[in-house]
């Protein structure tokens, strides 16, 4: 997707200082990557490469590369012995939020259960970071409770959480799904959802931000949350609509944060947000 339409959709510049973000690891330091197949894996390993850094092990990754299976702990136990990371990436997961209410286990298992196992057998020192989503602010579905749950574990482990908002050139995303509609024919559309969107230079920006940095839950500043309808009609201004209602699983209106969230710090020219918690731990 060029950057014009990226921003048109995101209804702002990309933020440089996360597009431009590069990992600052020692030379003795270990990244595990797990689920790094998808589009923000795939988009973490260059950058890491164009930083010079070389020494993390993807998973899941098309062609000869580990292949780890979170919600087995045997395979995950067995791959933190041969591999001994410093930090976990921990990509892996049930991202679809409709499937989530007809699976609900198997969305549990990868994204809870799963980070679970990744905790209890983190070697000594290590660290895991976790990527998020907006919709474990105030949860209404399945796939939002898991990864809140899994936030909570992480953070109580001393690890750190990257809560990403809807990143726009992800596969599966919306827009390809518009734009492979026959021109003659009308897009379906649900106009009354509104959402958060970041760019994947900006998602995969923030995620090297939360490995460089002291832990903690961080987000994408994105301020702007957009009406579904506007941007089909920015997008698409001569294109019929086929009006829909939002599916199970798609919850109306979205959250930047939680009620129980507050903001602790900005980072970067305030691109990136430290959000605290009223139930996070605190030291007695």
Known sequence: M?????????????LSDLSEAEYKGKSDEKLLITGAGGSIGQELIKRLNNSGFKNFLPTDV???FEKLDVTNENEVKNLFE?????KVINL?????????????WNTLNINTIGTLHLINNLPKNSKIILTSTCKS????????????????MVLNSGGSVSRFFNVVETSGNVFTIWDEVNENLPIDLAPTCERYFI????????LIFTLNNEPGRFLVNTVNITNMGDLANRLYPDRKKNIIEPRRGD?????FISTSESVEKYYLNNSVVKVKSIHDYKKI
């Open 62 to 64: 098309d062609g000869d």
């Open 137 to 152: 602010a105030n949860p209404e579905v399945v796939y939002g409770a898991s990864k809140l749950i899994a936030e909570r």
């Open 92 to 104: 892996a997961g049930a991202k679809h939020a409709p499937e989530g209410e007809l699976t609900s």
């Open 199 to 206: 760019s994947i230079q900006e998602a995969v920006g923030l």
């Open 82 to 86: 041969s591999y001994s990371p410093t």
């Open 2 to 14: 060029d950057i014009e339409k990226v921003e048109t959709i995101l209804g702002r510049k990309v």
């Open 251 to 255: 919850r109306l209106s979205e959250k």
